[in-house]
């Protein structure tokens, strides 16, 4: 391993990795992100013979300066400082990486790499971050050592130094040595990472936890998901069912036998009673209703009774907007995550228009709440006033005649309200087709076209459609947006739903009792569910084969347990864990109690077995080692006598020379090493006699310094050409 390129490789993997800490946060603007990405491509990809140019040094120079000063102008337009900072420092790591020189500009590159690391943290501190880290910390070691190595050899020989057999030090022949490391060496560094890991995972843990509303710089992007506002327009409904980001993980508290591998559970998420034609949704009313606390639970039919009701666990990543998903026969919800929304509260909730339930002031943070579920056996009722009904009712003026007239003869024969709503459900899933591919979208009456038309379209025209048929015959109903269940992922145990999960279906009104005349008429009954929408678009999106699935569903476990138990790290789950590590504590003392006189069973025979077979394991195992450690000396031993045996007969050899000198008149300086003393000599009388020296000299720091002992013959050849020297006729000057 080249000493120099592993170098420069290390350093280079650690300024990638800060600047992608910084990258893959998102929480610079997508531009940024790729000139970023750009440039350090560029850095990566620059050679040496770049970087010693004069072009390398001009830029190093004035590129920074330039950038600054667009930052600057950039701030006076209102630009997030945090943003500006952070993108000015990754540009200025990739301005160093791309002009670096030496062993000096290399620490400077690795220690803008942890400066980088620190603002990740600010930034997000997501997967990708975490992998950063683990990813600096291994590397960091190892080039830290090979950067002080650089820095010694550079700092030590200079141009011009020489060793101290008197030659001249090549330095770049140094960094391109394969004898300085090796991968032993290298692994070695890098294995001094996991002390430093286990350590910091230690101080993280027992560190006392703070409120994150004290990280005062944390950037103000919330980075949530669009969807499900208070309008739909057909004509611009997006290939939503394309998109694989997990929005939402549920998982059930208690479940008898395997998970499915998909659950199909409508979590509703906001509904709409007005359509004003062309394809175009709203509500009609904009209510607010702040919902009561009982204990720790929140009503939102009555309060919860964990004896008969059945528990939903859900994490919804930051949405807009604001919306809390809730499964069918949802009675009462739970906060669980309450200490990390700021100030130790749990936001508030409140019931919107269509029974549509909305948080407010929550920290852009994954909300984790429980939900409390209804057994099938209880009877769910509500009641609707004679205005609402007729709300329920409403169609456009311009409302096409033949959907009323189909509809009517889709229903005909049919007695009740559920049965008319089944006939249409059925008409629609048999004789439409599903697809995101619909021309329907861009016809003005978007349901007009794809009832008589097309005939085809993605899950909002299914729904649509049935709504405005249910109402030409008289059947209150509304459009429901939401999302159709979960792929479980087999590592985390929850079941993951994915922003493609989107999905629209049907609430129709069925009326039990009507109390009352006129407009104080009182209708009471109940909202059910209608899925009109063919079973290709109606069940959840993620596939469960393949290998890119699996490593997905790992690396999305991974993720989430990242954001649980290190991003979302607090004082409630410290205590915990301190909780957690006591009782097992208390449960290791009672299964192994202090043994009693007779409290083991073991026989004294079969201790003094035991003790007899340990003693003699120890015995051979202390036998091994002294063999082995005593056969290590004597090689050792053999190896340093016949080092020292070798410089005896260089040293001899090299003072015979010197001998043989002296009497030609040439003596030697003691503070002037034997090779350079010869060099003189040939500088001051270029001769035979001179050169011959320093031949000698150079074979004797060989053998003296460099590890290449004298053969028999060499010795004797060394000691004739003493001999020739010691006769020459010629005076030697000194």
Not at 261 to 283: F, T
Not at 421 to 449: F, M
Request: charged share 25%.
């Amino acid at each position: 391993m080249k000493f120099g390129l592993t170098h420069r490789v290390l350093t280079s993997a650690l300024a990638a990795l800060g600047v992608l800490a910084i990258v893959l946060s998102g929480a610079l603007p997508r531009a940024s992100t790729i000139l970023l990405l750009l440039g350090l491509a560029f850095a990566l990809a620059a050679t040496e013979k770049f970087q010693q140019s004069a072009t390398a040094r001009y830029a190093a120079a004035i590129i920074p300066s330039v950038l600054l000063g667009v930052e600057f102008l950039r701030l006076i337009g209102g630009a997030n400082l945090l943003d500006l900072a952070v993108e000015f420092a990754a540009a200025l790591q990739i301005v160093r990486l791309a002009t670096r020189r030496g062993a000096m500009h290399d620490q400077q590159v690795i220690l803008l790499a942890l400066l980088h690391l620190v603002a990740g943290t600010v930034l997000g501190g997501g997967i990708a971050y975490g992998l950063c880290l683990v990813g600096f910390l291994i590397l960091a070691p190892g080039a830290l050592v090979l950067s002080h190595l650089r820095r010694e050899v550079e700092g030590n020989y200079r141009q011009g130094a020489r060793d101290r057999t008197g030659l001249p030090v090549d330095v770049p022949r140094i960094l391109r040595s394969r004898r300085v490391i090796g991968p032993g060496f290298l692994a070695l560094t890098c294995l001094l990472s996991l002390p430093i890991i286990v350590f910091t995972a230690m101080l993280f843990i027992l560190f006392p936890r703070v409120g994150l509303q004290m990280l005062l710089l944390q950037s103000n992007k919330s980075g949530r998901l669009i969807g499900f506002s208070d309008r739909i327009d057909l004509q611009q409904v997006g290939k939503l069912r394309e998109d694989p980001t997990v929005v939402l993980r549920f998982r059930p508290a208690r479940v008898d036998g395997p998970l499915e591998p998909k659950k199909i559970l409508r979590l509703r998420g906001s509904a709409l009673d007005e359509y004003q034609g062309g394809g175009q949704w709203s509500r009609s009313t904009n209510e607010r209703i702040p919902l009561q606390r009982f204990g720790g639970d929140i009503a939102l039919v009555r309060p919860a009774d964990p004896a008969k009701d059945t528990l939903l666990k859900i994490e919804l990543e930051p949405f807009d907007p604001t919306v809390i998903f809730l499964p069918p026969r949802a009675v009462a919800l739970r906060w669980t995550n309450a200490n990390e929304l700021g100030a130790h509260r749990p936001p508030p909730l409140v019931r919107g228009p269509e029974a549509t339930y909305r948080y407010e002031a929550m920290p852009d943070r994954v909300l984790r709440y429980e939900v409390w579920i209804a057994p099938p056996s209880e009877p769910f009722e509500d009641t609707m006033t004679e205005a609402s009904r007729e709300r329920y009712l409403q169609l456009p003026k311009a409302f096409p005649q033949r959907i009323r007239d189909l509809a009517l003869a889709w229903t005909a024969g049919a007695t009740t309200d559920d049965e008319k709503a089944r006939r249409i459900v059925k008409r629609l899933e048999s004789e439409y087709h599903y697809s995101l591919e619909t021309e329907s979208g861009k016809s003005p009456n978007p349901i007009d076209h794809f009832l008589f038309e097309s005939k085809e379209g993605h899950c909002e025209f299914f729904s649509t459609a049935m709504v405005l048929m249910l109402r030409s015959v008289g059947i209150p109903s509304r459009n429901v947006t939401g999302y159709v269940g979960g792929t479980l992922n087999r590592f985390s145990g929850f079941y993951a739903v994915r922003q493609g999960d989107a999905h629209s279906w049907v609430e129709a009104w069925t009326d039990r009792s009507v109390a009352g005349e006129g407009a104080s008429k009182l209708h009471r009954g109940s909202w059910i569910t209608f899925d009109p929408t063919p079973a290709a678009g109606a069940q959840p999106l993620a596939d469960r084969g393949g290998f890119f699935t699996l490593l997905r569903e790992a690396f999305e476990a991974i993720s989430q347990n990242w954001d649980n138990y290190v991003v979302n790290y607090d004082l409630q789950k410290q205590i915990t864990v301190f909780e957690k590590l006591r009782r097992a504590i208390d449960r290791a003392k009672k299964s192994n109690p202090a043994p009693g006189p007779t409290s083991t069973g073991i026989s004294p025979r079969k201790k003094k077995l035991a003790a007899g077979t340990a003693a003699g394991v120890v015995v051979l195992a202390a036998g091994y080692y002294l063999w082995r450690k005593r056969r290590t000396a004597e090689a050792l031993d053999a190896g340093t006598a016949g080092k020292v045996k070798q410089q005896r007969i260089a040293t001899e050899l090299w003072l015979s020379l010197e001998e043989a000198l002296q009497a030609r008149g040439a003596t030697r300086p003691r503070n002037v090493p034997p090779v350079r003393f010869t060099e003189q000599l040939v500088a001051a009388r270029r001769d035979a006699l001179a050169e011959e020296a320093y031949v000698l000299a150079c074979r004797y720091a060989l053998a003296r310094f460099g590890g290449v002992p004298f053969t028999p013959e060499e010795q004797r050849d060394f000691a004739r050409r003493v001999s020739v020297i010691r006769r020459g006729e010629d005076k030697v000057a000194a």
